[in-house]
């Protein structure tokens, strides 16, 4: 089985989430928390989230990129239990069994997005429609040359 992982090339995502997640949180996209936004609400830090966040689960803040991980069925279990105790917590589902099911489609989906091998970096493209969300996911692959050449390197002191 897989399932999105947070993952970061650097520490963008804490300058421009209100709540990043760290790398290596258990992840899905989240669009559900921006179903009650509107233009007027997604604005700063939250838009931010909304155009390009996926949803870590374990701080549920924002990560700018997931990659493909392989996990197993309890821990997957145990993960659709936690974000339908955040939906009752958060988002005002009625009881731990009416947020279950939502909560298990929610994982699904994430790991439907997981067709790619090991390691594939995944990112989301979100933008606010007349007929609601609209999000797009792609894989970003590694370019096989390098796009630019090293212009400097760190060196330890005692190299120096």
């Not at 700018?64 to 991980?69: L, N």
């Amino acid at each position: 089985m897989r399932l999105l992982q947070t993952f970061r090339f650097d520490a963008t995502d804490e300058l421009v989430f209100e709540r990043a997640a760290a790398s290596g949180e258990w992840a899905v996209p989240g669009t559900f928390a921006f179903a009650q936004d509107s233009e007027a609400t997604l604005v700063g830090k939250r838009l931010q989230a909304f155009r390009s966040g996926f949803l870590g689960l374990e701080s549920f803040g924002w990560s700018t990129f997931a990659i493909v991980a392989s996990i197993e069925a309890d821990l997957f279990e145990r993960l659709v239990a936690r974000l339908a105790e955040h939906f009752v917590a958060c988002y005002g589902a009625p009881d731990i069994e009416a947020a279950l099911p939502v909560a298990r489609q929610e994982l699904e989906f994430a790991s439907s997005l997981c067709d790619h091998p090991i390691h594939t970096v995944i990112a989301v493209e979100r933008e606010l429609t007349e007929e609601g969300i609209r999000e797009r996911f792609r894989r970003i692959r590694r370019p096989e040359d390098p796009l630019h050449a090293r212009i400097w390197e760190v060196v330890p002191e005692e190299e120096a």
